[in-house]
């Protein structure tokens, strides 16, 4: 497979205006408008991974952000067109993601995820810490270079251990932050088991610090 890097006049002209499936069609809108809103194009060009014949096979919208010591992967959007499933293209796309995210000295992984894709980051072994309001299930898992093979690591690690791996700042920063975005929204939580819940029972981020002594 072939990884490469499309700026936004490149990625509309070779792909979305290539998509055929009106699914395809609305999700890789859905993608640009995120990229429009977040100002990313100009510093994060588009992944695509292609076969041996030249066939899409998957498309990630993500980026690193952060200063050195904290730099996070974010996740915006990975979607396989229809003509590329059955492939494994979404693991092995983001695989890439995490090992390119990696040697730019990215240490965690930030993704909110739906409903919908939630399968497929299970297979992966990606645990979540709780559910956000709007709707997406919300994790920040640390990463190294053996990209997603990692996860079958960190799925048995309890929300002490991954954050205690952290230098003390890091961690405190992380908390407030996974607390922020899973405040108390358990009501949208579909039945999936969340390993973290203990975040959606504090009131006050600083009493979760204390769980992490």
Known sequence: MHYR???????ISKIHNNLTDPADIKFS?????MWDFMKAWNT???R???DANSTLISVCFMKVSGQAGHKVLFISNIFTPSSGRGKGGAREMLDRNIKEAVSLGATTIRLDCNQKALGFYDKLGMTYWGTTISHSMFCDLPI???GVDYFQVTKNMSAEQILNSYPTRLREAK?????????RHQEFDFGHPSMYDQF????DPQNIALLFD
């Open 144 to 146: 190294n270079e053996t």
């Open 48 to 50: 695509t991974l292609w």
């Open 44 to 46: 994060w060009q588009v």
């Open 5 to 11: 890097s499309l700026d936004k006049s490149d990625y």
């Open 200 to 203: 959606l029972l504090i009131k």
């Open 175 to 183: 908390i407030k932050w996974i607390w922020k975005k899973v405040k």
């Open 29 to 33: 809108k859905v993608a640009i408008g």
